[in-house]
């Protein structure tokens, strides 16, 4: 990719001589406020504060699909999770012809390295890496059991699972190379259960924690499939107390953004940090109290939506905020475009370079949810597909497998109820906008070849 005159000039950066290394951190069930940037009212982040401070963080980035397997499998083609075919946590795999970003980062000349979690049926040892460092499944944050390499042993670690996963990462920064890098760098925390860092034991000991303005909110107009399922506060052990498990959660992130802050030392020790573009996000959002729930899977925004932050002083100004909606499927034709590459026309995904450059020309207006996990003995959450506007929301719980299932729908006004208090859809005012809404998201389906 080349830069054009008049934008070097307009941001006053000297010339870009290639592709900048790429370093891409995720999380897992972060939701986007729980950030000390974001004003989050105790849980401190001074390093993803600082990604946010001295590049570019995207205020509306939401995930497609809400849950572990698929948002990672879609990070890493560009493709909705029907397409890619991991559709759901219980064992669905991946499709060989689509095209895997890391691939071709590979094919254009970078080392390219996983460590950490991948959730993915294979765990992303059948891919070629030039450097592996995973683990099976959720893994344990204590004593964890890691491989190296994708033909590795599983063997236990001494220490805590993302010391660990970022001690290997950094080593292998950190190795002489001729070539620029790419480093997948996915985190464990704050996935549940909670369990602390050692060093993390008394943090927040006295902190009062608050609940959720939603946390009394009936949900009154909400249909049985949200009310009914299986995420509610109390219903498994270790949801029972909320004051802790929100502390605990806020724990295990701490120990996230320390590692981050690790990783970006490293990079200013190897006077490579602003070669490098790096990026932070999340697999998906988390209820923390709203309507009493935890866990995600469903449309509503405690669930979907993400951090996206970005560092790179060659492209991102210090402080920039992208307002346009984003979403996960912009990840990989976003890495291929800092590469230099042009992502195949068969991406759902768009490069956001150009909200970078402050050019929102012809961005979207709309994105099409998925939810496929159904049957699932853990959360029962139903089938659920969807399209979110700058306005509106509409959910559709859409099949039928049990006989109490049946048909229900979600409409919400975002700009009058953000907080998605209010269910329109009854409402016979409402339904020219059904109908509108309805009729996109089937083109939408039928854009990304989602035939279900």
Sequence with gaps: MRLSLPFLLLFAFPAWAGPPNIVVMMTDDQRYDFMSHMGHPFL????????????????????????????????????????????????????????????????????????????????????NWD????????????????????????????????????????????RPRTKPFALFLFFKAPHRRWDRAERFKELYKDVEVRKPELWDHPGAGKPSSFLMAANMFGQFPDTKDFGA????????????????????????????????????TSDNGFFMGEWQRFDKRFMHEPSIRVPWLIRYPKLARPGTAIEPMVINVDI???????????????????????????????????????????????????????????????IHYFEKVLSTDREEFELYDLVEDPQEKVNLYPRPKYQPV?????????????????TE
């Design 332 to 394: 990989a034709p976003t890495l291929l475009d800092l590469a230099g590459l042009k992502p195949s026309p068969a991406i759902h995904g768009r490069s956001i370079l150009p909200l970078l450059k402050g050019d929102t020309s012809g961005w979207r207006k709309d994105w099409l949810y998925e939810y496929f996990e159904y049957p699932d003995p853990s959360h029962a959450v139903r089938k659920n597909r969807g399209i979110r506007t700058e306005k509106y929301k509409y």
């Design 131 to 174: 450097y592996y460092f995973g683990f099976r499944g959720q893994g344990n944050y204590l004593k964890p059991v890691i491989a190296e390499g994708t033909a590795g042993e599983d063997k236990p670690y001494d220490g805590y699972m993302d010391d660990v996963v970022t001690d290997h990462a950094i080593a292998w920064m950190k």
């Design 44 to 127: 401190k982040t001074p390093n993803m504060d600082r990604i946010a401070a001295e590049g570019a963080r995207c205020k509306n980035m939401f995930v497609t699909n809400a849950l572990c397997a698929p948002s990672r499998a879609t990070l890493m083609t560009g493709h909705y999770s029907h397409s890619h075919g991991v559709r759901d946590n219980m064992g669905s795999k991946l499709r060989d012809d689509v095209p895997w970003m890391p691939d071709q980062l590979r094919a254009a000349g970078y080392e390219v390295a996983f460590c950490g979690k991948s959730h993915v049926p294979g765990h992303f040892r059948e891919k």
């Design 245 to 280: 498990m929100v502390k605990d959660y806020c724990a295990c992130i701490a120990a996230v953004d320390e590692n981050i802050g690790r990783v970006m030392a490293t990079l200013e020790g190897m006077k490579a940090l602003d070669d490098t573009a790096v990026m932070f």
């Design 434 to 450: 059904v109908k509108e809404l309805r009729d996109r998201l089937e083109q939408l389906r039928r854009e990304t070849g989602e």
